[in-house]
């Protein structure tokens, strides 16, 4: 599929007893909250994010952004534009760390406590070695 580097997608926003709402028609099940104006917009665009990078992971297809003319709101609504660069969003998802359990024979487990070896340090450039990655690889190439 891929994604674009850049989305702008319609939302309701609904002002709530304490807080906000954020409604996207375009996109079931992506509904941000927030306290604040701010915190509302942070987590709509990072809603709209992780939503778009999910539906791209599944194989679905992106809708075409509504047009505001087309959205019904009530009198305690009103409708925003929500626009996401995808690069930063990306970058996190792609370079998030995972736990993984490793197990090792206690001879060697106490030769690299004895010199300070970093497993996680160890285990990455072993991995990128063994792959054929010899620099950091990130979402960009």
């Known amino acids: 599929?891929?994604?674009?580097?850049?989305?702008?997608?319609?939302?309701?926003?609904?002002?709530e007893e304490k807080g906000y709402s954020v409604q996207f028609p375009d996109l079931p099940g992506c509904l941000p909250y927030g306290s604040t104006l701010e915190e509302v917009q942070k987590?709509?665009?990072?809603?709209?994010?992780?939503?778009?990078?999910?539906?791209d992971k599944d194989g679905e297809d992106i809708p075409e952004a509504s047009s505001i003319r087309d959205l019904k709101i009530e009198k305690h609504?009103?409708?925003?534009?929500?626009?996401?660069?995808?690069?930063?969003?990306?970058?996190?998802i792609f370079n998030q760390s995972v736990k993984k359990t490793l197990t090792i024979p206690k001879w060697l487990d106490d030769l690299a406590k004895e010199n300070n070896v970093n497993y996680s340090q160890v285990l990455q450039s072993a991995i990128k070695k063994q792959v054929g990655i010899e620099e950091r690889h990130s979402v960009n190439g």
């Open 43 to 55: 987590n709509a665009r990072e809603a709209l994010a992780l939503h778009l990078y999910g539906m």
């Open 77 to 92: 609504q009103c409708v925003i534009l929500v626009d996401v660069l995808m690069a930063p969003y990306l970058q996190q």
């Open 1 to 15: 599929m891929g994604l674009k580097s850049k989305y702008i997608f319609p939302a309701i926003l609904t002002e």
